[in-house]
Every structure is written in C-alpha cells, then in structure tokens.
C-alpha cells in the first residue's frame, strides 16, 4: 500500500519554527484514513453502516523535528490484531529520515457494543489478515 503524504502547513508549526508534537498524531489519524480508504473500507463506510473505531491508546517517540513545508510520509502497518482489537504502527519520514515512530490501539462499536470485526466485516477482516 502507498504511503500517505502531508505537508506541513505553516500553522502546524511553534514559535521555534518546528511542528508542533501534538500534530503528528493527527498525521498518524490521516494516514490510517487513507489506508481504511486504500483497502476499500474506509471509516465513512463503517460508519454508514452504524460501527465507530475510538483510539483506545496512542503514543508516538520523536526523533527528529520537522518544519514548515517538510512532506511527511507516512506508513501505516497492522502491528497486532484480535478479535477485540488492531493496533496500527506508524513510521514517519522524511527524505528517507525517520522523524517520528507511533502506535495507536483502536476498538469497534456498534450501538455502544464491542464488535468483533471478523464477524462483522469478515471482508475487511480478511483483507487485513492478507497484507504483510
């Protein structure tokens, strides 16, 4: 799958010029759209059809700092998966550089219930189950 690209828009960045920490986690957001999208299924589909998928965790380790204009590319892999469960893991680059590495554990629910997504959405499941 194609990695997703952003660029760093000026408002994204702090007074010292950098971009700020907290944006990276909405990169990591964007990417994982677009990846649900590449595969077919995207959250608005989900979400049509009545199934939420809130972050349960995140976290991200910066390494390097990014500035105002720098394209971003993010790869987004499935790191783990249950029944319950995925957690998505994130490599952040630049011109080849790892500038920050993430993690994010997102849960299904319909109607406030927790879904088990191979029952639910076997196709995406199975979809899911083939990369890598």
Known sequence: MKCYQHEVKYYECDR???????NYVRFMEE????????????????EAEGVVSPVVSVECVYRHSTTFKDVVEVEVKVAEMSALKITFAYTMRVKGKVVCTG??????????????????FPQ???AIQSLD
Do not use: N
């Open 16 to 22: 010292m010029g950098i971009t700020h920490h907290s």
């Open 31 to 46: 990417a994982r759209v677009d990846w649900m999208d590449q595969l077919g299924y995207g959250f608005d589909r989900m």
């Open 103 to 120: 993690r994010s554990v997102h849960c299904f629910l319909e109607g406030g219930k927790p879904v088990v997504l191979a029952q639910r």
């Open 124 to 126: 995406l499941y199975e």
